[in-house]
Nanobody
Framework: QVHLVESGGGLVQPGGSLTLSCEVS????????MAWYRQHLGQERELVAT???????KYEEDVKDRFTISRDNAKNTVYLQMNNLKPEDTAVYYC???????????WGKGTLVNVSS
């Protein structure tokens, strides 16, 4: 059974930083392309950043140069370092496999990021 547990969200002022973590179990993590997604209130979940098993990364245009996705295959954990946060980054953030290549697993609870002054 696959488990995805996101953490690290919170309230932060515009321009601030947060690092999200996602612990993954139940899959062969090291070979799976992983991704972070976010869901704004009332909207569909959108892809934010992806990382291949070997580490190649891709970002959506509006987070490029501000967010960094990384992974620790020894810890089965994927991270999202978020800098220079903007109010429009406010959303619930989720991790899962990269839906570009794989069917997603059941979603975890996500972690809320609230960017507000």
């Amino acid at each position: 059974q696959v488990h995805l547990v996101e953490s690290g969200g919170g309230l932060v002022q515009p321009g601030g930083s947060l690092t999200l973590s996602c612990e993954v179990s139940g899959i062969k993590f090291s070979i799976r392309p992983m991704a972070w997604y976010r869901q704004h209130l009332g909207q569909e979940r959108e892809l934010v950043a992806t990382i291949a098993g070997a580490g190649r990364t891709k970002y959506e245009e509006d987070v490029k140069d501000r967010f960094t996705i990384s992974r620790d295959n020894a810890k089965n954990t994927v991270y999202l370092q978020m800098n220079n946060l903007k109010p429009e980054d406010t959303a619930v953030y989720y991790c899962n496999v990269d839906r570009t290549y794989l069917s997603v697993h059941p979603w975890g609870k996500g972690t809320l990021v609230n960017v507000s002054s």
